[in-house]
Structure formats: structure tokens, C-alpha cells
């Protein structure tokens, strides 16, 4: 029973690795990702910047950020993989889904209470084009008028 997940995986190489053995490395992640049957979502490489702090004598590393849709199976393979791996000085994998999914709750429960307001109001749900972000531009010609009287 492997339920597909989406997870964000970060990973600090050493300063000391080359972007060949980035990309290999890169490489043997997509490997592990396609025989558990996940999937990459997104890649980035930041490149190299500062460390917050000082890890193994490294001041400076090269950051790569990977979305990855997959089993907790297939995190648990990347991120032993990964402590083995000399060449990675620092990684961390966070589940994103549940974020992604309390997110888009708020954002509907915003959407459902302006428009149930507008409604209220005598507006259409809906904000029109031109309107303005919330709606209330007799307020803010208000606020105009006022400033010019100070």
C-alpha cells in the first residue's frame, strides 16, 4: 500500500565536487527515483553560495533542489543513499503535499468568504476587472480627497 507523495528533497555538495560529478550524482537520484516508480517534478541548481555555517570545514557549497512524486519507500532509498555519499556534505527531505493541500483550503475559504461579503453587499461575486484588489475603490477615492486637505 505505497500511496504517492510529493516531497521536496535539498541537497549541499561539497565545493570541492565538479558539475560532472553533480550531475552523476544527479543521475544515480533519477535512477533510485524511476525503479521505485516516482517521478521528478522540478530540478534546480542553485549553484554554489555561503553556507549559514561552517560544515566540515566547508564554508561554501553547491545547492541542488528537487521536487520528486514518489513512495515514502523511494525517500527512504534517496536519503540513505544520500548519507553515504562523501560527496554531499548536508540533505534534507520534507513531505509538501499536506502545505500544498492546506493551502489551497485557505485560498477557497478566502475566495468563499469575499464572494459570500460581495454578495452581501448587493456586488457580484465576482471582483470585475478594473474593480480594483478588494473592491472598495469609493474608499480609497475617499483617503484621496483627505490627504489633500491636511
Do not use: C
Not at 516508480?37 to 560544515?55: M, P, S, V
Amino acid at each position: 500500500m505505497s500511496t504517492s507523495r510529493q516531497y521536496e528533497l535539498v541537497y549541499i555538495v561539497s565545493p570541492d565536487g565538479s558539475e560532472t560529478q553533480v550531475a552523476e550524482l544527479h543521475t544515480q537520484i533519477e535512477q533510485i527515483v524511476q525503479r521505485f516508480q516516482g517521478t521528478f517534478d522540478k530540478t534546480e541548481n542553485w549553484g554554489r553560495r555561503k553556507l549559514a555555517y561552517e560544515i566540515g570545514h566547508h564554508r561554501e557549497g553547491i545547492y541542488v533542489v528537487e521536487t520528486i512524486t514518489g513512495s515514502g519507500e523511494l525517500m527512504k532509498e534517496i536519503d540513505r543513499r544520500l548519507r553515504v555519499t562523501d560527496l554531499v556534505i548536508r540533505h534534507l527531505v520534507v513531505r509538501v503535499d499536506e502545505e500544498l493541500k492546506v493551502a489551497d483550503r485557505t485560498r477557497e475559504a478566502r475566495r468563499s468568504t469575499q464572494a459570500r461579503r460581495r454578495t452581501a453587499r448587493g456586488l457580484p461575486p465576482e471582483p470585475q476587472p478594473g474593480e480594483g484588489r478588494s473592491g472598495d475603490s469609493d474608499q480609497d477615492d475617499d483617503r484621496d480627497g483627505m490627504e489633500g486637505q491636511r
